[in-house]
């Protein structure tokens, strides 16, 4: 991933904000919303795209553009320095490849620990019940 090129492919929405600010709020396009079109994207190669589109598919729309918007201050600039913070750690975390799980086993003094602990148990219980008359 070329964070330089991707900088460079993005598109900017400025929008009016619901967040801080009182009547500023409503007289300033302070929101931001973030385009980035995964698909035709040249700073990711095409495995990290497929990678991406897997990863993030509930946040990429029909299209293939991720959305991100923010609203938390009531500057534009650093409103629009968030989102962009916000979508590379967004596509790094998506391209980490994970470890693969491996598969462990209960140590064998944890099996009889357990067992032990289940078999007191068990005669508890039996000598809560009455005994049986034949």
């Known amino acids: 991933m070329n964070t330089s090129l991707l900088l460079n492919e993005l598109q900017f929405k400025a929008i009016r904000s619901s967040g801080p600010g009182g009547q500023h709020v409503n007289k300033t396009s302070s929101k931001i919303e973030l385009h980035f079109d995964v698909e035709k994207s ?31 201050t009531r500057s534009q600039h650093r409103n629009k320095a968030i989102v962009i913070q916000r979508l590379i750690d967004l596509l790094k975390q998506s391209l980490r490849k994970s470890k693969p799980r491996k598969k462990s086993k209960p140590s064998r003094s944890a099996i009889e620990k357990r067992l032990k602990s289940k078999k007191q148990n068990a005669l508890k219980k039996a000598n809560r019940k009455p005994p049986k008359i034949e």
Do not use: P
């Not at 700073?43 to 918007?69: F, H, M, P, Y």
């Open 42 to 72: 040249v700073a990711l190669g095409e495995s990290e795209k497929d990678r991406i589109r897997t990863k993030l598919k509930n946040r990429i729309t029909s299209e293939g553009i991720l959305v991100l918007q923010c609203g938390e």
